[in-house]
């Protein structure tokens, strides 16, 4: 009962207990006499008196015990929690199969889907004949993956053994020595690939090149060596592992330096570095294809999913060059630039009828298969990028445009002078003379500036340009070279001086492909052929490729064109003691000397000499230009040798038959 005292409690403890008690009740100390029947009167209670018993005193005990809760409220408590638990697992298992299933799956997927990339096969670039210039051999890149060589193969998870440790340590050495034998250097060479650790982390890497564009053979003795493995510690080991491989193909140019102007190269990172290598880039290189398989902690799922999108390999080009006549022609202009000390040398070989360039050779070059070796001037192609004056060969287009004005025929009688004012000043011939009367095909088999100053002025300077232009000069020839120039011509509200000189090759500038092109279409009778170096192609299976077709087009009439071949055939007849003339064929040509002009200054020459045979139905057009010439300055002393060496080799090789009629010796001056 709560008045009862507690056993345990001594006397003082239970006289302190109810002491406490009764203060805290009556707010006073309790007297001493016996409660059993006492009685009181209860202040502030009424009139009335009533018995009263005083609370029994609580133990202190008793005091801090808690109270007992309803047991059907706890219970409603926990079954709501449980419920609200399984909604929200409910909850979560729905979204995960329900909403979300896909991209987990997918995730999933992910995680256990390897994907790689597959290397198409790059086109080749053969020459007319078929012969290859440019093709891809097989080579590999190879890669470590430190993660593997770490544990020689063993699954990290796993507790290495004796063996497999000692295996393990040795692994990175015994690696690296085989990669020396087989790929060159020393094997400290390799110890940094084989031990790599993932960026800033101490996780070891899973992918570091070693060496890109190994033979493939080189690789398949390499991986020979790995899989005989050797001793570890005492222990055998059977295989090194950690090393594999990606397709990463070697593009090789089987003939060296004949035509790598025009073919271009590789760079060692696998981009194009010039030629047609790098203008046809993207069609040559294919497309990548794409394999996708299931992977496991033990590598590929032999029957896991898998897909699978195949390379397309790329397009191959014939170009319309003559890998022989190539050959020929770098190896005439190499020894003329040496002979001559000149700079550099170009030479070119074209079909007048059709416009395709048989040889297109600059001097100096270099070797595709070398690049390293070859400074950076060399890698360009010169006929195509370097613009300059082109001398009295430009007086082959001046008498063209006059002769389709009807202005000029071939026996047009012209009085020279020994000079000639234009600009301030005088226009001059390389060789003295007083006044002279000449006809037109004089003016041409002389050369004469003075001359050609005179005719050019019964011209417009409108039409003048028109069919300048229309010879291609002013824009690039659009044959499919980079870095081709569109060399310079003048507008036509140009000074009369500038006329003046254009009529004789000087105040505008040209490239060896534009002037070829443009000589080219007056030999065609007047049609201009836009030149083209690529001839055919084929796509990845064989397939034939539609190429862009540019058309031809009439620059100036048949009988005009006609005229000029005339006064061209004097300057082979009638000019040089017959010593321009060749074997067996009738041959028209132009020679041209210009000073080239630097910051106001005359710092050297351009010397060229354009042949075209037969005279009778032209098929052949050889021009050659020598820059900066030391030993001789004359393109018709010092170019025409190569036009004549290479004409000779050209007429027979294409089946040109040889002429059946004399050449022509017609009249120069008429008093």
């Not at 110890?191 to 570091?208: D, E, F, H, P, V």
Request: overall charge positive.
């Amino acid at each position: 009962m709560a008045g009862r005292n507690d056993p345990h409690e001594s006397g003082s403890q239970r006289h302190r207990t109810r002491a406490a008690s009764t203060g805290a009740s009556s707010g006073r100390t309790s007297s001493s006499r016996p409660r059993t029947g006492s009685s009181t009167r209860s202040r502030g209670a009424g009139t009335g008196t009533r018995p009263t018993r005083r609370p029994a005193p609580r133990s202190r005990r008793s005091r801090h015990r808690f109270p007992v809760g309803n047991s059907g409220r706890r219970l409603r408590i926990l079954v709501g929690l449980v419920t609200m638990a399984l909604v929200l697992l409910l909850g979560r298992a729905f979204q995960l199969q329900a909403l979300d299933s896909q991209s987990y799956a997918a995730a999933a997927a992910r995680q256990m889907t390897r994907t790689q990339e597959l290397q198409p096969v790059r086109g080749e670039i053969l020459d007319r004949n078929g012969k290859v210039l440019a093709m891809s051999e097989p080579a590999v890149r190879v890669i470590a993956d430190p993660s593997i060589i770490a544990t020689n193969g063993i699954d990290p998870r796993l507790t290495l053994t004796a063996s497999e440790q000692a295996a393990a340590n040795a692994a990175p050495q015994a690696i690296a020595t085989i990669l020396a034998k087989y790929l060159g250097g020393s094997p400290s060479d390799y110890i940094k690939y084989l031990t790599a650790k993932q960026a800033n982390s101490n996780a070891w890497s899973m992918y570091q090149v070693v060496k890109a564009q190994v033979p493939a053979w080189t690789y398949v003795q390499l991986t020979k060596a790995l899989a005989a493995g050797g001793e570890a510690d005492g222990h055998k080991v059977g295989a090194w592992y950690g090393i594999y491989k990606e397709d990463d193909p070697i593009r090789v140019y089987p003939s060296g330096p004949v035509a790598s102007n025009i073919v271009g190269f590789m760079r060692a990172n696998g981009k194009p570095g010039g030629g047609l290598e790098y203008t046809l880039n993207s069609s040559l290189a294919g497309v990548p294809g794409r394999e996708s398989y299931e992977v496991a902690a033990y590598g590929r799922i032999p029957l896991g999913n898998s897909t699978l999108t195949p390379a397309v390999n790329g397009t191959s080009y014939t170009l319309t060059i003559d890998s022989e006549m190539q050959l020929l022609a770098q190896n005439a202009i190499s020894s003329q630039v040496k002979a001559t000390g000149s700079n550099s040398g170009t030479a070119i070989v074209m079909n007048v009828k059709t416009g395709e360039v048989l040889a297109m050779a600059t001097s100096p070059g270099y070797d595709p298969n070398n690049i390293t070796a070859a400074t950076l001037g060399d890698l360009g192609d010169l006929a195509v990028t370097t613009p300059y004056e082109p001398g009295s060969v430009e007086k082959v287009l001046t008498m063209a445009t006059l002769a389709d004005q009807g202005l000029v025929t071939a026996n047009t009688h012209v009085v020279v002078p020994s000079r000639i004012a234009s600009g301030g000043g005088y226009i001059h011939d390389v060789f003295a003379h007083g006044t002279m009367y000449m006809t037109a095909r004089g003016i041409v088999a002389e050369s004469s500036n003075i001359g050609m100053t005179e005719l050019s002025r019964t011209m417009s300077k409108q039409s003048f340009i028109d069919h300048l232009q229309s010879f291609g000069l002013g824009q690039p020839t659009g044959i499919g070279l980079p870095g081709e120039s569109g060399g310079s011509l003048p507008s036509a509200n140009m000074p009369d001086y500038t006329r003046d000189q254009i009529s004789f090759g000087q105040g505008l500038s040209v490239t060896a492909i534009q002037m070829a092109s443009a000589v080219a279409a007056v030999a065609n009778g007047g049609v201009y052929n836009p030149p083209t170096i690529i001839k055919s192609a084929v796509d990845g299976k064989g397939n034939p490729v539609a190429l862009p077709q540019r058309q031809p087009h009439r620059v100036v009439s048949a009988a005009a064109a006609s005229q000029v071949l005339d006064m061209m055939e004097a300057v082979i007849t009638q000019i040089g003691g017959g010593t321009r003339e060749i074997p067996n064929y009738r041959m028209l040509g132009k020679s041209g000397t210009a000073e080239i002009a630097s910051d106001g200054a005359k710092n050297g020459y351009t010397a060229s000499f354009v042949g075209v045979a037969p005279a009778e139905n032209p098929q052949i057009l050889v021009y050659v230009v020598l820059q900066h010439p030391i030993h001789g300055t004359e393109g018709g002393v010092i170019a025409v040798p190569v036009v004549q060496q290479l004409m000779q080799l050209a007429l027979p090789r294409y089946g040109v038959p040889p002429s059946t009629t004399p050449p022509r010796k017609e009249q120069l001056f008429y008093k």
